[in-house]
């Protein structure tokens, strides 16, 4: 009898002559630092409006430092474009006054959804440190959205383990605590092996979170900046992605086809493990974002920007 593959089991899951079915998909941008990024940015949001993202997100700096380019840039999209904008908010640096007052501002602009995450030290600083008479957690953040009004509220999980925690199940428990406060879905941090997205998303329904898990996909085509970001989030970077981008540090265009290769390969493998839900972290750039999602079968809707 014949080791080898049927063509039939060879070609099982193959990108060519594939229906994923419904895909439902978020981006992720960041708020400008100057007018060239602005126009950069929007050229990256009306690129990718026409694919009806359930939702794009948009960061908000360590320490809360682009807090004002944030409100302007939710603020913007919520009112040039049919999108529904999530502004991210966070715990650093404020009272929780301070913080609720810029939620309720935002609900009473018609934002609905926050991103709720405890947040980054600022920058210069080694470790978080608790705002007096701030809130102190992600879950105690949620829990104070929910006094302003009822937002959709996402957080973060960690397929890689957040780094400050002190092992896996301790930052399970936090996820729970986050849902258990109100939260709607999970994001994750981005990885790249699919097997650590689907193995945390198992541990999470077997603690009894049963909310949707969105799996955070970073498309790579700077493999050393990438590897500086890891390093703060904690997510892991496995060798072999080293070796995709291997000599191609000076040729940006093999580096993009490469990175889109690798993505649609990873949201391929998930999808065929029932998962459906994605968010992408655009890094501001739209074409390999919609190159992927074209891959996977996604077709823009005319008129849908406006």
Known sequence: MSQHATI??????SLLD???????????FSPPSSAEMEDKLWQAIRRLAP???????????AGGSTRERTHRTVLR?????????????????????EIDAIAQQYWDEGVKHIVALRGDPPKGDDSFQIH?????????????LGSVGDFDISVAGYPDVHPEASHADADMDFLK????????????????EPETYLRFRDK????????????????????????RFSAGCGAVVPAWLGQHFDGLDDDMATRRLVASAIVAEQCRQLIAADVHDFHF??????????????????????????
């Open 132 to 144: 007096p008479g701030g809130y102190a957690y992600a879950e105690d953040l949620v829990k104070g």
């Open 8 to 13: 039939a089991e060879a070609t099982a899951f």
């Open 177 to 192: 605590r986050k849902v258990d406060a109100g939260a709607h879905r999970v994001i994750t941090q981005y990885f790249f």
């Open 77 to 97: 999209i919520l009112r040039e474009t049919n999108l529904t904008p999530a502004a991210h908010l966070t715990c650093v640096g404020a009272e929780r006054a």
């Open 18 to 28: 594939w229906n994923p079915g419904k895909l439902r998909v978020s981006f992720e």
């Open 281 to 306: 972290y655009t890094l501001n750039r739209a074409e390999l974002t919609a190159g992927i999602c074209h891959l996977l079968g996604m077709r823009p809707t005319a008129g849908s920007e406006q």
């Open 204 to 227: 999470a329904v077997a603690a009894g979170i049963t909310v949707p898990i969105v799996a955070g996909i970073m498309p790579v085509t700077n493999f050393n900046q990438i590897q």
């Open 51 to 61: 694919l009806q993202p359930d939702f794009v997100s948009v960061t908000y700096g």
